[in-house]
Structures are given as structure tokens and as C-alpha cells.
């Protein structure tokens, strides 16, 4: 087993700076300034580096030859790592698309929910259009273990040439396909999770010959600064190529993994540095900043396009310019306290809770089950006039409930006593949903008698499953 590597603090930032050039990508590139700075706001660019940097840091965090893999502890820290936030970003874009929550089709919905939307042509960009990224980054997550113990029983030397290997093919495949055979799925084909496994790929490499070998984690330190300005210095000149020189090659693509041997070089070289360089990215407000960089990244999508909605039905003329001068720098302050708040405490929550995970998946089956049930009970054969009333209400019904039951901590109490206030609050809030939308004419029409039979079914179903488990428990541990 190889000894414990550093921690590279200094690595952190770079991700809140790759957060940043997709933000900018998205919107920013219409400021004034912003058009001639290409290196800021090539975002699609940006999430390739996202891949390097992923590979290498799971290599490092789960490189260890000799040792037993840990399957649940990976799946649990993957889950809690990435799905906290990005269930509330997807929840946030259906807040933005509400007047066609009755509408969308459950496949979109599903895709999306599930995280399998970058396979899907059609999905690739749906709801949440930064989303995609993290449709194949949990590809990545579910081959890693496989690839890592394959790659433990390796040598390194091999895993490299292996590695840089793939990207020639993959670099040589996408282009093909791109440039002859599907030159009109050129933009699908951007987003497909096999065309950025050569990125994730060397990263894997790279970590795992750091981690290898102690004598990589130090450097002659002029030897490094020099490797890291070349490396930099080419990736920036490939940016600016693409944007100012029309005549650019586009036989290969730079946002499929073509930078991703640079990439690299930087990130090999930072984590090497032990200079200054090293000791001021390091500083713990950049590290938090770095920290809150996925928050930054899921989030600054639904956050604009609910600003813009807002802004919209006020009647505001705020310059567009100035609307995003302001949107930027409070959608990193959000994000901060995003992951202070929300997203750190989500996810050791979730690690030291894994018993509660069952519980939630069997509530969001009896949500759904009852508000359909209360729509069947109620209506019978007349539902078929209530198809969109009924679809709005238990998709919205289904994120409103477990949301309260959430404030009201109910997975920490387990108790009635905040499992009905949280059903209230749900039931209040999803009747003024539904009327809402039944105002707008997106749903048929407003039924308040089913609305009261939904907290009903919905609390009598959990409390006694709850019931019914406490029952059983005692039988359970007399056999055992």
C-alpha cells in the first residue's frame, strides 16, 4: 500500500476557476471585454479539464494495490458527493419550467433524474443544460472500480501508454465521425460520455503514477514552473486559435478531451509545486472558493434563468450587462453558502446515515402512489379529464412533500410529530401550486376535495410503514 499522499490544496481553486469559465460561457461572453478573453469563458473546454482532474483525484483518494476494493463506501460517497445539489439544480430548472410540468414527456423527466440524459440525442440538453457533464461524469463513476482494479494489477508505465493510447483513438474516432459520417450530430456528439472517457482516462493515469512512486510528488522546482507555464501557455494559445483565426483546423475538437494531455502537465506540475505558487493557491479562502465550485457549476444555470424570469415579469429594463455583473459575483456568494450549509452537511449526513436511504426511496414510492391513488379514488373513470391536474400534482407533489418532510427532519426524528406538520405544509403549498396553475390554464382544473385526500393517504401510508417496521423489528432481532 502506498503511503498517504498530501493534500493538494492547491489544486482546489483550479476547479473554481473552470466553474467559473462555464458560468462566463454561459451569458458572459456578451460583455464587452469578455469577447476578447477566450481562456475566461471556454467553458465546454473547461469540463474537460473537470474529467482530468476528476480521474486524478479518485486515483489518488482510491489507488491502493493489495487492499479490497470498498464498493459501498465508493457508491455512498459518490451518491453523496455529487446528487444533494444536483437534485436541487434539477428542482430548480422544473421551478423555471413549471407551466410545463404537466406536459413534459417522463422519459425527458427520468433521464434526467436518473442521470443518463448525455446518452439520449434528444435529452443530452434538456432541463438544466450544464447538467449533461454530470450524466457522464456518473458514467465515470460507475466503470472507475472495474478500471481500477484492472489497473492494479498493471504496471504503470503500461497504464500510461494504455491511456494516451485510448485518447489518440478517441480523438481520431470523434473526428471522423464528426467530419464524414455524422457531421449533423456534431453537437450530440459533443456531450457523448465515450468521447470524454479518454480525458477522465489520463487523469486516472496520472494519478495513480503519482501516487505510485513518492520520488513523483517532488519536482526540481524551476523544471516544474517551467512545465506548468508551457503547458498553460498551449492550452491558452488553442483558445485563442479557435476564437480569433476562422481558418482554425476544426478537424479535432478542444472540448473532447484533445487538451486533456496538457491538462495534465498542470495538474501533475501543481501538484508537484512546493514554491510560493503552491503556498498562495492554497489559501483557505481560494480553497473554499474551489470547495463550492460544484455548486457554482450546477447551480448558475437555474440560478440565471429564474433572475431573468423574475426580472422579466417586473417589467425591468435593467441593461442586460449590468443584470450580469450583478448575477455572477451573488451566484458565487449563494454557492459559498450553498456548500457551507446545504451541501457539506448533506453529504455526511448521507455518510452517516445510510440506513435512512431505503426509507426515503419507499416515501417517494408512497408519495407518488397516493396522490395517483387519491386522483383514482376521487374521480374513478372521470380522470381522463384531469390528466394534466393529475400529472402536475405529482410531480410537484412529490418535491414539495419530501422537501418538508426534510425541514421538518423527520429522517432524524421519525416521529408523527413532524411527519403531519410536514405533510401540512406540503398539502398548503401544493394546492396553491395547483390553483396556480389551474389560474394560467396549464392544468384542466382545480379539485379541492382530491387535495385534501392526498395528505391524508400520503400520512396514514408513511406513519404506517413506520408503525408496521416497529412492530416487526423485535421479531427480526429474536431470529438473528
Request: charge should be positive.
Amino acid at each position: 500500500m502506498p503511503p498517504a499522499t498530501r493534500k493538494l490544496d492547491q489544486l482546489t481553486v483550479t476547479r473554481f476557476i473552470a466553474a467559473l469559465s462555464v458560468l462566463l460561457f454561459h451569458g458572459g461572453r456578451e460583455l464587452g471585454v469578455l469577447r476578447y478573453l477566450p481562456m475566461l469563458t471556454s467553458g465546454p473546454t473547461a469540463v474537460g479539464y473537470f474529467y482530468v482532474l476528476s480521474g486524478f483525484v479518485m486515483a489518488l483518494a482510491y489507488y491502493r494495490p493489495g487492499v479490497r476494493f470498498d464498493f459501498r463506501n465508493y457508491w455512498l460517497a459518490r451518491f453523496s458527493r455529487i446528487y444533494p445539489v444536483y437534485i436541487i439544480s434539477f428542482v430548480l430548472t422544473c421551478l423555471y419550467y413549471l407551466e410545463l410540468m404537466s406536459k413534459l414527456r417522463s422519459e425527458k423527466i427520468l433521464a434526467n433524474i436518473f442521470l443518463y440524459q448525455a446518452w439520449i440525442p434528444k435529452y443530452a440538453l434538456s432541463f438544466n443544460i450544464a447538467a449533461w457533464s454530470l450524466s457522464v461524469e456518473a458514467f465515470f463513476y460507475v466503470i472507475f472500480p472495474f478500471l481500477l482494479i484492472l489497473a492494479m494489477r498493471q504496471p504503470v508505465k503500461r497504464l500510461i501508454w494504455i491511456s494516451l493510447g485510448f485518447w489518440i483513438i478517441s480523438q481520431l474516432t470523434h473526428s471522423i465521425l464528426t467530419m464524414r459520417f455524422m457531421p449533423e450530430m456534431e453537437s450530440w456528439l459533443a456531450y457523448f460520455p465515450l468521447f470524454h472517457l479518454n480525458a477522465f482516462l489520463l487523469g486516472v493515469a496520472g494519478g495513480i503514477w503519482y501516487t505510485a512512486n513518492p520520488a513523483h510528488q517532488q519536482a526540481d522546482k524551476a523544471k516544474n514552473i517551467w512545465l506548468l507555464i508551457g503547458a498553460l501557455g498551449f492550452v491558452l494559445l488553442m483558445l485563442s486559435l479557435r476564437e480569433f483565426m476562422p481558418a482554425f483546423p476544426r478537424t479535432f475538437s478542444l472540448d473532447t478531451g484533445l487538451l486533456a494531455p496538457f491538462f495534465l502537465i498542470i495538474i501533475l506540475a501543481l501538484a508537484t509545486d512546493t514554491t510560493r505558487l503552491s503556498r498562495g493557491l492554497s489559501h483557505p479562502w481560494l480553497v473554499l472558493l474551489g470547495n463550492a465550485s460544484y455548486a457554482l457549476y450546477i447551480l448558475h444555470v437555474p440560478f440565471r434563468w429564474i433572475l431573468e424570469r423574475f426580472l422579466a415579469d417586473m417589467g425591468s429594463t435593467i441593461p442586460y450587462n449590468v443584470m450580469y455583473l450583478v448575477y455572477a459575483p451573488t451566484s458565487i456568494v449563494i454557492c459559498v453558502f450553498v456548500y457551507k450549509y446545504i451541501e457539506r452537511p448533506a453529504r455526511d449526513w448521507l455518510r452517516t446515515h445510510t440506513h435512512v436511504l431505503p426509507w426515503i426511496l419507499l416515501d417517494i414510492i408512497l408519495i407518488t402512489t397516493m396522490t395517483w391513488l387519491s386522483f383514482t379514488l376521487r374521480l374513478g373513470a372521470g380522470i381522463s379529464g384531469f390528466v394534466r391536474t393529475q400529472t402536475f400534482a405529482l410531480r410537484v407533489g412529490l418535491v414539495v412533500f419530501f422537501l418538508f418532510m426534510l425541514i421538518f427532519r423527520f429522517y432524524t426524528t421519525n416521529s408523527w410529530r413532524s411527519l403531519a406538520p410536514a405533510i401540512l405544509s406540503g398539502t398548503v403549498v401544493l394546492a396553491g401550486f395547483i390553483y396556480y396553475a389551474s389560474t394560467k390554464g396549464w392544468v384542466e382544473n382545480f379539485s379541492r376535495s382530491i387535495v385534501l385526500l392526498i395528505p391524508i393517504l400520503i400520512f396514514s401510508s408513511i406513519y404506517l410503514s413506520r408503525s408496521l417496521f416497529r412492530f416487526l423489528r423485535p421479531k427480526q432481532l429474536s431470529k438473528t
